[in-house]
Structure formats: C-alpha cells, structure tokens
C-alpha cells in the first residue's frame, strides 16, 4: 500500500462516524480514570487504573497520528488551534508519571485530556469559538459593568459604612459586597440591615439587582447568541461550500439541451 493510499484510507477513518463516537468512549473512559483515581483504591484496582492509563494515552498518540498523516497539508497541521492542542495534550501524556520533577505535571495534563471532548465534537468548538469571538464586544459590557458596580460601592460605602464597616469599610469591600448581592448570595440579610437605618435602601439594592443581574446577563446572553448563531451560519456555508448552486444546475442543464440539440441536427 503506498502512502496516497494510506493517507486516503486514514482520511476516510478519521471521518468515519463510528470511529468518532469511539474516541469519544475513550474520551468519557479517560475522564472516570482520572475521577477514579482520587479515591482510595484497592490495589488491583490501581493496577488497572495505571493499565488503562497506558491505553488511554497510546490510544490518543495513535489518534492524534492518524489525524496528521490524514491532513493533506502537514505544515499547517499545527496551524490548527485544536490540532495543537491535542498534540501538546498527548505529547506530555508520555511523560512517566513517577517521582520525576515532570510528574505533577504529567498529572495535570491528564486531566486537560477531558477537554478534547471539545475538538471532537464539532458543537463544542462552535460554542467554544462563539465564546471567544465574542470576547470584544462582551468586554465593552463588562467595563460598563465596572463602572456600575464602582459608582453603587462608592455609594454603599458612603452610606452604609457606619451601619456595618464589614461590608461596606471601604469601595473595594463594597464592591465585593455588591458581588455577593448579584448573585443572590443572602443578599437580603444585607438589605434589611441598612433598611434598619435607611428604609427606602432597598431601592439602592433592587435597582442595583436591575441594572447587573437582568440588564446586563440578558445583553451577554444576546451578544454570545448572536455570535453562536453567526458561527453556524459559517460552519453551515462552509459543509456546502462545493455543493452544486441553483445557477450550476441551469448552466449544466442548458449544456446538456445545447448536445442534444446539437446531435438531432
């Protein structure tokens, strides 16, 4: 078998369903493995632990070089931000987990081979991609959001500072406290001891609540949604991108009415 041959053959693999749901069995093998491992095991089950951790990662290298003979261009393998990072993922694997200055971070990079779930399944580098293309404008929405919470803690701290300097001592620990007031973290045992003092605070906090919890989750929800839905217009265009057009049909179809014209005369 010569090498076209072998790469069309690991092409096709590499493509093939199947084989890809059982890289995800492996995937979902190695991640119990490593949860199992934080138990106190007997030790026949360590044994098979540290066999299944052999498998796991010879397993991974034989993917990981099926996928690159299998890639028609070799020198931008790596140019793949996934491809990269699966690579770097297997290739510290190989490190012996023994008594070695590398072997804490053998241990840590075992558990990063959980996310190669995400370079596998094609949804989750969409959502992942949509995330990160999203970055710019969500931190428009998070500086706008500082700016919030640093006019309110100035606020608190101004207001509330004498009521319990715990909470509101100072802008730093007021915005910490207005953290735990947009998550919901008890955040009522708060108001009521201002409102003790001050009665209508609970306008302070409600509008607070408003601006940060509602305003601005739904302004990130909407940015991340859009972004994700621009991500599969592009992953969609792109699986169709050779399919035939409506104007290849018409152009293929007059062709063939122009032959058979041509063959009656």
């Given amino acids: 078998m010569n090498y076209v041959a072998l790469q069309n053959n690991f092409f096709r693999l590499k493509s093939n369903r199947a084989f890809e749901l059982f890289v995800i069995f492996i995937i979902i093998i190695s991640a119990l493995q490593i949860g199992a491992k934080t138990y106190d095991l007997p030790d026949n089950a360590i044994t098979f632990t540290e066999f299944l951790d052999?498998?796991?990662?010879?397993?991974?290298?034989?993917?990981?070089t099926i996928r690159f003979i299998a890639e028609p261009d070799k020198r931008r393998f790596l140019h793949n931000g996934w491809n990269l990072f699966d690579t770097l993922v297997v290739a510290i694997s190989l490190i012996p987990i023994d008594n070695s200055d590398m072997a804490l971070l053998a241990r840590?990079?075992?558990v990063f081979r959980v996310l190669?779930?995400?370079?596998?399944?094609?949804?989750?580098?969409?959502?992942?991609?949509s995330l990160i293309k999203a970055l710019p404008q969500l931190g428009y929405v998070m500086?706008?959001?500082?700016?919030?919470?640093y006019i309110y803690a100035a606020i608190g701290s101004f207001l509330f500072n004498q009521i319990n300097p715990q909470l509101w001592g100072n802008i730093a620990i007021a915005m910490l406290t207005l953290f735990r007031v947009m998550t919901f973290e008890d955040?009522?045992?708060?108001?009521?001891e201002t409102m003790e003092v001050y009665p209508l605070?609970?306008?302070?906090?409600?509008s607070f609540i408003f601006f940060t919890a509602f305003a601005f989750l739904n302004m990130v929800i909407g940015i991340v949604v859009n972004v994700m839905e621009e991500e599969h217009a592009k992953a969609k265009a792109l699986?169709?991108?050779?399919?035939?057009?409506?104007?290849?049909?018409?152009?293929?179809?007059?062709?063939?009415?122009?032959?058979?014209?041509?063959?009656?005369?």
Avoid: C, G
């Fill in 54 to 64: 052999v498998f796991i990662t010879l397993f991974f290298l034989v993917e990981i």
């Fill in 187 to 192: 955040w009522t045992d708060v108001q009521y």
């Fill in 108 to 110: 840590l990079v075992r």
């Fill in 201 to 206: 605070s609970w306008i302070f906090y409600l």
């Fill in 239 to 265: 699986k169709h991108a050779n399919d035939p057009t409506i104007e290849d049909l018409q152009r293929e179809i007059r062709e063939l009415k122009q032959i058979i014209l041509e063959k009656k005369a």
């Fill in 116 to 129: 190669r779930m995400i370079s596998v399944i094609p949804e989750l580098r969409i959502l992942i991609s």
């Fill in 143 to 149: 500086l706008l959001m500082f700016i919030i919470f």
